[in-house]
């Protein structure tokens, strides 16, 4: 069985001196919670069985006083894997880099955000330190589980050891979108995104999450995606979505607790039946706290009916308070507190309760099944998981969830009042509409909501991402750089000398021929003309070349030959002896391209040597001759264009060997290969191709035992071999040319009869 390690910042425990006496505990929070839970409930019957589980972190103690700690530690779900990392270092790594400028800058303050020099090298210390701990400990059978703004470069430094380790990286916070990443250092930002990237799988809360990311390394590394998978050092990546979720029977059953009724009652006599408004949450600017308040004096001063009827109860618990903005922040609170108390409120009456606490789950539990309404109004949140926990409390079905639609949760618990914190006015109104919502309508939006959180709980949270990760890593082995070795040759040699009904399946550019700085100079040589010839004489033999060039070119240079030819990756083809014909399903609106080709010429004149080439269905930028840099730069945001423009029109964007290309939808080698084998039936085929278009064709043949596939470059692929260049694959045209194939001459008879 395998070992899975769970890698955070902190290990799950707490340490501290107590009398001179080491004190050790359980530690709590969202993260710790969400990982035990599913090693408890599933971690050894769910998708994946681990014979042993480690959890590697920062102890946040001398490595003397971890020593003395260890044998008081009781949870016995994980072997504990220690980080060291001095004070000085991980102060600017933790309060520095990861809270001091990731935090702010993920969830949208780019203005509180420090670019320290010292944060960033102690940052990337702090993640080596974890790989100088996980070395001898780790081999390729592993599964790491990376968790967090924390770690992003951890999963490529240990990569760079374990080339076949299992790695999953989630991300527990927002994922910005490109133009506010982009206001870090260059070199940060590459260190971060080629960091994430070193994981097998890598999980966000929300699509717009996962969808920043994928913009972001386009525009940063130039690295597209194909249905949210990613190649990268010839490797794929999965980027997925996984709403994190909780222990959906832990918050519902609390709801009859002896412990939680008594202070449930004990709340509700206190506030003198008055209508309950909670919230809670962690001392950040990001939670919208001074939003939460302004609404709630404006619902008091639009709606006084509600005057000394409601009392808000907010408890705020202290985090990162030696972190300045986070110290100025709790001091402007509190002043706003105390100010709002004396100008709204009256001697009997206190419209806000706050509490600065820690509170325990069963004074959690108490408060969520005593309110009337949780008000949650973060201006940025990953998740949100109070939300989910607020829902499933209530075991009763009373109770309103006004959420802002900034929190990752409000696009599963749709059944809320979602509100934006930004709009005082709006929700104003929503606590007001929550406040005087009938006790059915509120149990008819519980249950909804209950639903979801039941079904989609910490538990299937996490097989869900273990199962997907174990995917990921099976579709890595069917996309693998092989090179057509001897032994391969000589079983594809064997088979083409046994088989009547032989298929080749050739690209052009790349395959057959080099790539010429000028498309029009890539003509066939004599050579390679009388090989095509040879071969196609063989009636055994029925040859495609499968191209994404013009119909033109590819007529004028190869329309003698007894072959069929395949254009503009599908959308016109010719059979030998026949003329040009295309089929009605991409005929289309003419407008599209004249749009296209203004975009594109816009970026012709920004990139010096690039050209555009006009087809019949289709439009293509080259960027070969252009300077690599710039290319690099100009093709990334001429992508982003495109894909932006395109979005609700029938044609598609792909990037291929230098080139971004725009055609009808649909319009794809793959879709070409599929007519011809519904055709005829082939007990041989042999598809050789160089770009990223091929392996739309490849992928179509992985489901033919019959066929070999084959790769031109170094690059790996869906098909099961690869050859370096142009020339080898001639070559190994002309070693099948050459082969005496059994049977053909009397099929040679035949014919000539």
Known sequence: MKRLFILSNRLPVTIWHEKDQIKVSNSSGGLVSAISSYINHSGNTGTEKFSEKFW?????????????????????????????????????????????????????????????????????????????????????????????????????????????????????????????????????????????????????????????????????????????????????????????????????????????ASKRKTYREQFNQQKIIFSVDRLDYTKGVFCRLKAYERFLVKYPEFKEKVVFVMVIVPSRDTIKKYAERKTEIDGFIGDF?????????????????????????????????????????????VAKEFISSRQDLQGVLVLSEMAGAARE???????NPNDIEGT?????????????????KLVNMQKRVRQYDIIAWGEDFMNELSLIKIKQKEFEFKFLNPEAIEALIGKYKSRKNRLLLLDYDGTLVPFSAVPEQAAPDRNLLKLLHHLSEDPGNDIFIVSGRDSGSLD???????????????????????????????????????????????????????????????VAWHFRNAEPEQAKVRSAELFTELNDYSKDLNIQVFKGNKVIEVRIKGMDKGYAVKQILKEKAYDFILACGDDYTDEDMFRVLTKYDEAFTIKIGYEASYAQFNLYTPQMTVSLLEML?????????????????
């Not at 072997?79 to 990861?98: E, H, I, T």
């Not at 618990?413 to 509100?419: F, G, N």
């Not at 104003?428 to 008819?444: V, W, Y």
């Not at 040319?737 to 009869?753: D, F, H, M, T």
């Open 556 to 618: 004028r240079w190869l329309g003698h030959l007894n072959i069929n030819i395949i254009a503009e990756h599908g959308a016109k083809f010719k059979r030998k002896g026949s003329g040009w014909k295309t089929s009605i399903v991409y005929m289309s609106d003419e407008n599209w391209k004249q749009n296209i080709l203004q975009v594109m010429q816009k970026y012709e004149l920004r990139c010096a040597n690039t050209f555009i080439e006009k087809k019949d269905y289709s």
């Open 428 to 444: 104003a109104d929503s606590i007001r509409a929550g406040l005087r919502m009938p006790a059915e309508q509120q149990s008819k």
């Open 341 to 385: 108390n004396s100008r709204i409120g009256n001697i009997t009456w206190k419209p806000v309760n706050y509490q600065y606490t820690h509170l325990d789950f069963h004074d959690l539990m108490a408060l969520y099944t005593a309110c009337d309404l949780a008000l949650i109004t973060p201006l940025r949140d990953g998740m949100n998981l």
């Open 737 to 753: 040319s050459r082969i005496p194939v059994a049977g053909n001459e009397l099929r040679l008879k035949e014919k000539n009869a």
């Open 413 to 419: 618990l749709t059944d809320a009042l979602t509100i």
């Open 56 to 260: 590697v972190g920062i102890p946040g103690c001398s490595e003397k006083v971890w020593e003395s700690a260890t044998v008081q530690l009781t949870d016995d779900a994980f072997g504990y894997l220690p980080v060291f990392v001095p004070p000085k270092a991980y102060d600017q790594y933790y309060n520095g880099l990861s809270n001091s400028v990731l935090w702010p800058l993920f969830h949208y303050f780019p203005s509180y955000a420090e670019y320290n020099a010292q944060y960033f090298d102690n940052y990337i210390a702090a993640n080596e330190a974890f790989v100088a701990a996980l070395l001898s400990k780790l081999n390729d059978d592993d599964i790491l589980w990376i968790h967090d703004y924390h770690l992003l470069p951890l999963a490529g430094k240990i990569r760079a050891h374990f080339p076949k380790i299992t790695i999953g990286f989630f991300l527990h916070i927002p994922f910005p979108s490109f133009e506010i990443f982009r206001l870090m250092p260059s070199r940060w930002q590459e260190e971060f995104l080629k960091g994430m990237l070193g994981a097998d799988l890598i999980g966000f809360h929300t699509i717009d999450y996962a969808s920043h990311f994928l913009e972001t390394i386009q525009m940063v590394l130039n690295i597209e995606n194909e249905h949210h998978i990613v190649k990268y050092q010839n490797r794929l990546i999965k980027i997925d979505v996984f709403p994190i979720s909780i222990d959906y029977e832990k918050y519902n059953s609390a709801y009859k607790l002896p412990e939680v």
